[in-house]
């Protein structure tokens, strides 16, 4: 059975589309089968991030409306071969989606992936409630900011009620928080909260806590999700964020304000 | 005056009684437990008469009550053939008491090694007595955090929270809120006016508390903001006292 995980958030702009494509990657390069499922629809931004955006032909509207064939839509990422993507369609809205539909695509792609990511749009309308309808487990991708952390337990309300194990009855969704955007150095200055704060408000575990960092915005600009470059805070932070996912224990990293060498004191760094 | 808008009818409807065999809670409760367990769907909400015409000494009546409500069915009233007396006496604690039209207890399989049988047979229906007002409220019992754009409303009932209450959500109950976490929400105690209602919390950082139609904003809530408090009505005057 494969893993249905959607990252979602209620806001928008805090990493989701980031974050979904850098855990999938980095489930890919760990030897997994992974598609990566974009239901941001009318919103096309998974593929721009993962950098095959010149290859889409067909989408995911075309395959629940049965205009293409599974494989004729799916993309298969020329760096790791074990990992597709299902981009949204850029001309269409959220409203082509239907939940029948949607579980039978992924009913199918749930026979050859062992994880399904599914990338959602932000809000709490239908977009974000086809995203998390179906899944297993959600990260919940939140800043360190008091509205995102709103949302973000908006988005937990839902999940508890709204999905397809909600009104079932199963076990609930497992719940995981990612912090993104995380300046230590602006949390020791009282200008952001800090991871305590915030798993605090939200009460779920903690998936990881990836800093800011300009290799983010780079990387995204490239179309080489962030988790490729291991030389960089975020991609370290992610790389720990997939061993967590897969039942290792990790240590948290970049959680301190980094402690200046003397030569950057020196010369202001 | 005409009563255009309603009409008070009599209706036969099938009702499941449940027959009691001891008084003792503990017993029914596994009993029941067990039972309900073999299909829960089919119990939930349903309407539920308690036959109390075997027992041989009296029984917590409300606690009856709570017990049935906590396995969620609907409580209607209790039945069975006994004293003038006692009827009386379950009315006077504010339960209604349904007639049957004949009773047949030997239909009853007492040779079942259980403190409860279930057995439907047809009622007589009875307008409700208008219970006098008072103020014994059960407990709603909600596990787990109540989150942003939630509402849980204890009706007639007292909230109880083992959780915490995020900002932007609303709990309200017609009897006392009890919040073992963190309030950060909402809370409106003694919603349809019980100016004895109060609220307790671990952790006060509420955007609204409310009794009886009285609020307070954060603002209001400054000197004892963050601690375990319990806040209630003094003269209409909201006030907040420290739990340790």
């Known amino acids: 059975m494969a893993r249905i995980i ?13 974050s979904s494509a850098a855990i999938g990657l980095g489930l890919a390069l760990k030897g997994h089968k992974v598609v990566l499922i974009d239901f941001d629809i009318g919103l096309r931004n998974l593929d721009l991030i993962m950098g095959c955006e010149r290859r889409v032909v067909y989408d995911f509207v075309n395959v629940i409306n049965g205009e293409a064939t599974l494989n004729q839509a799916l993309i298969k990422d020329k760096r790791v071969s074990s990992l597709s993507i299902l981009p949204a369609s850029q001309t269409r809205d959220k409203d ?4 029948e539909n949607v579980g039978k695509v992924l009913e199918e792609l749930g026979k050859s992936y062992d994880f399904i990511v599914c990338d959602s749009p932000a809000g709490i309308e239908a977009g974000a409630m086809m995203a998390l309808y179906y899944a297993d487990e959600a990260i919940v991708t939140t800043n360190p900011e008091v509205s995102s952390v709103r949302d973000s337990d908006r988005i937990l309300g839902m999940l508890a009620s709204r999905s397809r194990r909600a009104e079932l009855g199963l076990e609930p969704i497992k719940e995981h928080l990612l912090l993104t955007r995380y300046s230590p150095k602006r949390v020791a200055e009282g200008e952001m909260l800090s991871v305590e ?8 575990p903690l998936l990881g806590v990836i800093p800011e960092s300009q290799a983010v915005l780079k990387a995204s600009n490239a179309g080489e999700p962030v988790i490729l470059d291991t030389m960089s805070d975020a991609g370290k932070a992610y790389q720990d964020v997939i061993e967590r996912l897969l039942g290792e224990t990790v240590e948290f990293r970049f959680l301190q304000v980094e402690k200046k060498g003397i030569l950057s004191r020196l010369f202001g760094g | 005056m005409a009563d255009a808008s309603i009409e008070f009818k009599g209706s036969s409807f099938t009702l499941s009684v449940l027959h009691l065999r001891t008084s003792k809670l503990a017993d029914i409760r596994a ?16 309407p539920l008469v308690v036959s109390i015409e075997q027992l041989e000494c009296s029984i917590d009546y409300q606690a009856i009550k709570t017990l049935i409500e906590e396995f969620n069915f609907t409580f209607v009233g209790f039945t069975g053939s006994v004293a003038k007396e006692q009827r ?3 009315r006077e604690q504010g339960f209604s008491f349904v007639n049957t039209m004949k009773t047949n207890p030997s239909k009853v399989n007492s040779s079942e090694k259980t403190a409860i049988v279930e057995e439907p047979v047809a009622t007589e229906p009875k307008t409700k007595a208008i219970p006098p007002q008072r103020h014994l409220y059960t407990d709603k019992v909600h596990r787990g955090q ?24 609303e709990v ?6 009890h919040v073992y976490g963190s309030l950060r929400g909402r809370a409106i105690a003694g919603a349809t006016g019980h100016h004895k209602a109060q609220i307790y919390c671990q952790h006060l950082e509420a955007e609204l508390v409310s009794i009886n139609g009285n609020y307070w904003l954060s603002e209001s809530m400054e000197q004892h903001w963050g601690a375990p408090v319990y806040i209630h009505l003094t003269d209409s005057e909201l006030t907040s006292s420290k739990l340790i």
């Not at chain 2, 009993?31 to 349903?46: E, I, M, N, T, W």
């Open chain 2, 88 to 90: 009386k006496l379950i």
């Open chain 1, 96 to 99: 082509a989606l239907n939940k």
């Open chain 2, 31 to 46: 009993d029941l437990a067990r039972k309900v367990a073999q299909a829960p769907d089919f119990f939930y909400l349903v």
């Open chain 1, 6 to 18: 959607v990252v979602t958030s209620g806001k928008g702009g805090v990493g989701k589309t980031t």
């Open chain 2, 172 to 177: 309200i109950a017609d009897g006392n809120i």
């Open chain 1, 197 to 204: 704060d915030v798993k605090d408000i939200l009460s779920i």
């Open chain 2, 146 to 169: 109540i989150r942003s754009g939630q509402q849980v409303y204890a009706k007639d009932q007292n909230l109880v929270v083992i959780g915490s209450v995020s900002a932007g959500a």
